[in-house]
């Protein structure tokens, strides 16, 4: 079946520029999660999404990052204001919303988009 | 204390070697525990969630001590197509994120 699909895969923008990174989950995964990754380095956990529920943006790192989810399906992670620093690949993942009692079940991830901030 | 650590290797072994990987969490809170890949340039693929009794899939051995908080990760008869970064992975306190190490690179040569 079809995974998660990104877009755009790779996108170059000028310091100061805003940017949309596009996310459409597994269908049926309830839960969906953005990452990023730096080169050479682990991922950073950013927001996720349940469900109608508020979101948790607890990763996000300043507020120039924002996401929204529309219809409970495709996510959009905006950056504003593009800084160097912000060059990374996002990652999103969606998975079965987490267990009552606390469990996660396994996230499956999109290709990413790989941002490259000049 | 970090979250999740690994040892980051690189780990070079001949093909046919087993290898373990050995990871460190430091919420005794968390529930849900995961060895992912990540071959280079590409996504993390999930190879095999870890279970408290421990558990097997094929070459993989994936062991979980709650008490001392680790995790370890073993590969038998080593194949080149095992090349690749490990990811230790154990969610967070609240269910809503998974906490990734910094993974373990694994070399494979024939």
């Known amino acids: 079946g079809a995974g998660v699909s990104q877009s755009p895969s790779n996108k170059v923008t000028e310091k100061g520029k805003d940017v949309e990174l596009r996310c459409d989950p597994i269908s049926g995964h309830t839960a969906l999660y953005w990452y990023r990754q730096s080169l050479g380095q682990g991922l950073e956990f950013l927001i996720y999404?349940?469900?109608?529920?508020?979101?948790?943006k607890s990763g996000l790192p300043s507020d120039r990052f924002s996401a929204e989810r529309t219809g409970g399906s495709v996510s959009t992670l905006t950056i504003q204001r593009t800084q160097q620093e912000d060059s990374a690949v996002y990652l999103c993942a969606s998975s079965f919303p987490s267990w009552a009692s606390g469990g996660s079940y396994e996230q499956y991830f999109g290709p990413g988009t790989r941002l490259t901030v000049t | 204390r970090k979250e999740v650590e690994q040892d980051p290797g690189p780990f070079n072994v001949p093909e046919g070697a087993t290898v373990a990987f050995n990871c460190t969490y430091s919420?005794?809170?968390?529930?849900?525990f995961f060895w992912y890949r990540q071959d280079c340039r590409k996504e993390p693929k999930l190879l095999m969630s870890?279970?408290?009794s421990g558990n097997e899939d094929g070459r993989f051995t994936a062991q979980l001590n709650r008490a001392s908080q680790y995790i370890s990760l073993l590969i038998r008869d080593s194949k080149l197509s095992d090349s690749a970064t490990y990811l230790c992975?154990?969610?967070?306190?609240?269910?809503?994120?998974?906490?990734f190490g910094k993974g373990t690179t694994l070399s494979v040569s024939s």
């Open positions: 999404f349940q469900g109608n529920s508020a979101p948790d």
């Open positions: 992975v154990v969610n967070n306190q609240a269910g809503t994120a998974l906490i």
């Open positions: 870890v279970y408290s």
């Open positions: 919420n005794s809170a968390s529930q849900s």
